[in-house]
Nanobody, 122 residues
Framework: QVQLVESGGGLVQPGGSLRLSCAASGFTLDYYTIGWFRQAPEKEREGVSCSSVSSSYYADSVKGRFTISRDNAKNTVYLQMNSLKPEDTAVYYC?????????????????WGQGTQVTVSS
């Protein structure tokens, strides 16, 4: 049974950092793409970053500030978020799909975690 569990969200001041974790079970990361998405109140869910065995990708809004990484031994994917801004406030979700095609189209992802809240505020 595929499961994804996010953690690491919280309240941080503008300019601060957080590291989100996405712990996967029921499958091996090697053969799957992991994507990070976020949804702010009254907005559509948007792609933030994704990672496959061969590539990674970032939305323009987070490029240079966020870094995605994976620890295959722990079956966990991380999203390091630096220089956070109030507009980064959202519920962050990780999702997965089989294969190495890293993209931020949420319709292509089959399994989703429950989300973790990130709030950037002074």
């Amino acid at each position: 049974q595929v499961q994804l569990v996010e953690s690491g969200g919280g309240l941080v001041q503008p300019g601060g950092s957080l590291r989100l974790s996405c712990a996967a079970s029921g499958f091996t990361l090697d053969y799957y793409t992991i994507g990070w998405f976020r949804q702010a109140p009254e907005k559509e869910r948007e792609g933030v970053s994704c990672s496959s065995v061969s590539s990674s990708y970032y939305a323009d809004s987070v490029k240079g500030r966020f870094t995605i990484s994976r620890d295959n031994a722990k079956n966990t994917v991380y999203l390091q978020m630096n220089s956070l801004k109030p507009e980064d406030t959202a519920v962050y979700y990780c999702a997965t799909r089989r294969g190495a095609n890293c993209n931020l189209d949420r319709r292509r992802y089959n399994y989703w975690g429950q989300g973790t809240q990130v709030t950037v505020s002074s």
